[in-house]
């Protein structure tokens, strides 16, 4: 019934959304990562193939069902989204990044399970690659993308800084310390900033959102040219 509903903007658009958290191996029996449900990227994948779109998304570990319609490539770490992304991303007009990739994986992976020891314990951290950097710094001229910001402070002065540093077209921000925004539930409260506009919107569910972040990048797509 949705399908049917909804009217085919993104047709012809090749589109990759990534979604979810990463996780950072320790040893054979743990390992790093963060709050992220995936909750907002499946949102994305399913309403860009309900708008016509041809969709990719590239998911860490989440307990969501596949959306449907939708090519879906599991990952587990932040190098394995990397090159999973970084290997087909030319193909694509529209790119999402809304996975919360893990900035840091243990430097070394322990073989054995760490037995505990002493009172304290350090785990030395390698810098992961910035996948949204590099494709910025990698931009076709066909091609729209889309970051996300998690600030839990100065959330417009940081995605401003973001929306440049990593020549993004779309930066949505989101404050992680907004009541009914961010990782687990089902809305989020966040702004949207292109190089000339900001839009601030009010608390929506994750799927309205979704389709509002789609149109907002067609719409400017078309004034771009
Ligand atoms: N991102 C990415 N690769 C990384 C880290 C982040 O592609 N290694 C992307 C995220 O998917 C998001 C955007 O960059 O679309 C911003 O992520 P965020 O964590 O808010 O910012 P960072 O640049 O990682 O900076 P910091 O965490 O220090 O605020
Ligand atoms: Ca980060």
Redesign the pocket.
Known sequence: IDYMFTPKVLKNKKILV?AGPTQESIDPVRFITNHSSGKMGYALARSAFLMGGDVTLISGPTHLNKPYGVKTIDIIT?QQMHDEIINRVQDFDYII?????G?YRCQNIAQEKIKKHEDTLTLQLQK??????EMGQHKKPHQIIC?????TQDLIE?AKE?LLK?NCDMIVANHLKTKGAGFQGDTNVVSILTSESIHHYDIMSKNELAFEILNQMKKWEEQKC
């Open positions: 990534s932040a990044m809304s996975a919360a990739v900035d992961n690659q910035d996948i949204l950097l970051g996300f910001a998690m600030e940081n973001k990593k």
